[in-house]
Nanobody
């Protein structure tokens, strides 16, 4: 089975930067798309940013100028760099992997990590 583990979360003050990382494990051969979502307290989970296997990126409206996403295909990792954080960025951040190929299997469904908390104080 494929597992995703997020890291890098923690309490920050408004205006600071933070980098989240997500690593996939489980004999991964390739991952078509790696995506970050977030869920603020009392709200629905929402899309943050994605990067596909060729490096094409997509961002939620309003985040592209402050957030950056990158991946390392050799390490099966994706990073989310968040700058000038605001209290409204407070959320649990989740990593998702779409269309994963391992050495023996192809998984068309998505795998999710358990999330990492990012509280932003004002």
């Amino acid at each position: 089975q494929v597992q995703l583990v997020e890291s890098g979360g923690g309490l920050v003050q408004a205006g600071e930067s933070l980098k989240l990382s997500c690593k996939a494990s489980g004999s991964v051969f390739s991952i078509e798309s790696m995506v970050w979502y977030r869920q603020a307290p009392g709200k629905q989970r929402e899309f943050v940013a994605s990067v596909d296997i060729s490096g094409r990126t997509d961002f939620a409206a309003g985040l592209k100028g402050r957030f950056a996403i990158s991946r390392d295909n050799d390490k099966d990792m994706v990073d989310l760099r968040m700058n000038n954080l605001k209290p409204q960025d407070t959320a649990v951040y989740y990593c998702k992997a779409d269309q994963v190929k391992t050495m023996t299997e192809y998984y068309p469904m998505a795998f999710w990590g358990k999330g990492t908390q990012v509280p932003v104080s004002s």
